[in-house]
């Protein structure tokens, strides 16, 4: 069984910085790609960073310049710092990854995690 696990929101200034975690555990081959969704009250759920083969990756414009995605490979895990933060950052962050299991892969979501931007 494969999970995913998040960790780090919460509540912080604008233009203050966070850091979120997200954990792949069981059994799978490879991640073909790994990243953060995020979806705020009202509004559909989007693309935050992704990294893909554990090299390339890309950004919402949103966030460029102020977001990082990375990724430790010997630990499953992947990352978003995000600084300089602003209150329509503000949303449930959803971890993402699309895992490699025998021949075929598949989309795995993490619980999501609560990131509030405000004074």
């Known amino acids: 069984q494969v999970q995913l696990v998040e960790s780090g929101g919460g509540l912080v200034q604008p233009g203050g910085s966070l850091r979120l975690s997200c954990a792949a555990s069981?059994?799978?081959?490879?991640?073909?790609?790994m990243g953060w969704y995020r979806q705020a009250p009202g509004k559909e759920r989007e693309l935050v960073a992704r990294?893909?083969?554990?090299?390339?990756?890309n950004y919402v414009d949103s966030v460029k310049g102020r977001f990082t995605v990375s990724r430790d490979n010997a630990k499953n895990t992947v990352y978003l710092q995000m600084n300089s933060l602003k209150p329509e950052d503000t949303a449930v962050y959803y971890c993402?990854?699309?895992?490699?299991?025998?021949?075929?892969?598949?989309?795995?979501w993490g619980q999501g995690t609560q990131v509030t931007v405000s004074s």
């Open positions: 069981g059994s799978f081959f490879s991640a073909n790609a």
């Open positions: 993402y990854a699309n895992l490699k299991i025998g021949p075929v892969a598949n989309d795995y």
């Open positions: 990294i893909i083969n554990g090299a390339w990756t």
